[in-house]
Nanobody, 124 residues
Framework: QVQLVESGGGLVQAGGSLRLSCAASGRTFSRYVMGWFRQAPGKEREFVAAIRWSGSSTYYADSVKGRFTISRDNTKNTVYLQMNSLKPEDTAVYYC?????????????????WGHGTQVTVSS
């Protein structure tokens, strides 16, 4: 198991940027595939981005491709989500998730470690 704590959310105007961080505890962080998901009010949790343990493989939802970038620093046990050109429809609670594996996946049920989330609000 790994403990995950997100930070970096906030209120930003459309077109602005935010950088989310997810700090993980545990000595085996580098074995985990890390993902970001989000959930808007009244909607189901949806995949945003994921990154393989080595950082060599990433995957993005079509809705954020070209605007968001996921990265990780295994020396700091931290994964990041750089969000640029934010839109009001990006407003949601953003969750960090992890599972031990070697394949980047988009299905939330496959991730067995979750943070508590951080709110991102984009005003128009």
């Amino acid at each position: 198991q790994v403990q995950l704590v997100e930070s970096g959310g906030g209120l930003v105007q459309a077109g602005g940027s935010l950088r989310l961080s997810c700090a993980a505890s545990g000595r085996t962080f580098s074995r985990y595939v890390m993902g970001w998901f989000r959930q808007a009010p009244g909607k189901e949790r949806e995949f945003v981005a994921a990154i393989r343990w080595s950082g060599s493989s990433t995957y993005y939802a079509d809705s954020v491709k070209g605007r968001f970038t996921i990265s990780r620093d295994n020396t700091k046990n931290t994964v990041y989500l750089q969000m640029n050109s934010l839109k009001p429809e990006d407003t949601a609670v953003y969750y960090c998730a992890a599972y031990i594996g070697n394949v980047v996946i988009t299905t939330a049920s496959r991730y067995d470690n979750w943070g508590h989330g951080t709110q991102v609000t984009v005003s128009s």
